[in-house]
């Protein structure tokens, strides 16, 4: 860990208005200032790592509102999960975490083979009857929790049906590889496909490799840095042999863990990689006028949740916004702290389900505030999170993702 970042925490508190969870507690140890000053103290040997400790940390999203306000440059989320993941480097993996981050998720097939249970659980209309019943009731409270965020999964992966090479309709104006996350395959395949319609409509040849992995965020979370490296390897390979301009996700924590990969993996080929990812909001808005042309008129009342991976991490804001206005018809009513997080974090909504409901509910709060009929946002994370908090609460707002709107008003 360096240790100067955390010596620059000049303690000046300009972070704790941004910190969800210190928002929710008012606890200086829930607070990036007392992260960084605990993570500092366990460095200079000062403090032990007491079950206590550990759990304070445990409590932050990684969601790195704190770097966005801090003067100094300091990300006490940042820090907080090298310091995890240092610690959890030297432990060894359990079953579970083995056979999800090196069984599982490196290998495609697998992962969509051990999705077909669910899928059928759904078609086999189990689930209405398990909710209906509240049969969940009688398991562990993390099954409970992700089966809540189950939303109905599409008929077959998206990698699976998606053809690895789709031509540019009209004149082509240049070549993309699509970096398809694996949640956006398995379970928000819509969103994926209204991107590469969207794309191709605009002119460009879409290239979707079908041998790509996981981008390695889950492995990063558990600490395993050899998993995170081979995926690194593995996707900066596939798509270095591509002559592509850009590589394209519509995946936010996908987008900012492969602009990583050159920090990872330090070589030419991976820092080109990393130079090319692109969120598909900032290919979107390079060609506005030629996709407005495109558009017809939606007559909704449409609001904007920052995922942190898009607007902290790769500091990406204004394109989703201008794209969505650009929708005639749509009206766009601006939310409230619309960058402060959703309480998704990945899976800290199932091991941390209390404060990631607290932190939920602020965000529902605000977005009844606008009266919007719609919110859109661009992270498979914050749609799982945001999906369940409307089904229960604002049944009547639907969530969509921003290439979902987009092709919704381009199919008008
Ligand atoms: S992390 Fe940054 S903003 Fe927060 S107290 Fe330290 S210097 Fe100030
Ligand atoms: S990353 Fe988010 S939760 Fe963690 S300290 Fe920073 S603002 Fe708080």
Same mark, same amino acid.
């Given at each position: ?32 200032r ?5 993570? @500092? ?8 790592q007491s ?5 304070y940390?445990?409590l932050?999203?990684?969601c790195q ?14 820090l ?9 480097a030297?432990n060894?993996?359990?079953f ?27 078609? !086999? ?21 992700m ?22 309709r ?5 070549t993309?590889?699509?970096f398809?996350?694996c ?8 969103a ?19 041998n790509?992995?996981c ?18 390897r593995?996707n ?21 863990e ?6 990872y ?12 990812? @692109? ?6 808005a390079?060609h ?8 017809k008129p ?22 989703? @916004? ?32 209390? !404060? ?5 509910? @602020? ?8 009266g ?5 946002t ?7 999170q ?5 089904m ?17 008003s381009?199919?008008a």
């Open positions: 860990m360096d240790y100067v970042k955390l010596i620059n925490c000049m303690r000046c508190g300009m972070c704790l208005p941004t910190c969800p969870t210190y928002k929710e507690t008012f606890l200086e140890t829930a607070s990036p007392g992260r960084v000053a605990l993570v @500092r103290k366990i460095q200079e040997g000062e403090l032990d079950e206590r400790l550990l759990e940390l445990s932050c999203l990684d509102a704190c770097a966005t306000a801090c003067p100094c440059g300091v990300n006490a989320g940042e907080v999960a090298e310091f995890t993941c240092e610690r959890k030297g060894r993996m359990g579970m975490e083995e056979m999800v981050l090196r069984k599982l998720l490196p290998h495609p097939d697998r992962l969509e083979t051990a999705m077909i249970p669910m899928r059928l659980y759904q078609r !086999m209309g189990l689930q209405k009857l398990v909710r209906t019943l509240g049969v969940l009731k009688m398991f562990p409270k993390p099954i409970g929790r089966e809540g965020l189950l939303p109905d999964l599409p008929e077959k992966p998206l990698r699976r049906v998606i053809k690895e090479d789709m031509p540019a009209g004149e082509t104006r240049g993309v590889g699509f398809l996350g949640v956006m395959s398995l379970i928000f395949s819509d994926s496909h209204a991107s590469i319609n969207l794309l191709t409509a605009l002119g460009y040849r879409v290239i979707t490799p079908k790509q992995v981008c390695g965020a889950p492995n990063m979370l558990a600490g395993d840095k050899a998993g995170l490296k081979t995926a690194a593995k900066v390979d596939i798509f270095s042999n591509l002559d592509v301009d850009f590589i394209v996700t519509d995946c936010g924590g996908c987008g900012a492969l602009k990583k990969y050159g920090h993996l330090e070589d030419a080929s991976s820092i080109s990689f990393s130079n090319k990812v @692109r969120d598909i909001s900032q290919v979107l390079m506005a006028d030629a996709l407005k042309l495109l558009l939606l007559l909704l009342k449409v609001t904007f949740h920052d995922a942190c991976h898009i607007a902290h991490s790769q500091g990406i804001r204004r394109e989703p @916004r201008d794209l969505i206005k650009l929708v005639p018809g749509l009206t766009y009513r601006e939310l409230e702290n619309a960058d402060a997080c959703c309480g998704s974090g990945g899976t800290y909504n199932i091991e941390k389900p209390e !404060m990631a409901d607290l932190i939920l509910h @602020r965000k529902l709060g605000t977005i009844r505030a606008t919007a009929d719609v919110v859109v661009g992270n498979p994370g914050c749609m799982l945001l999906k369940k908090g409307l229960d609460y604002l049944p009547q707002v639907e969530i969509l993702h921003l290439t979902e709107l987009l092709a919704r381009m199919d």
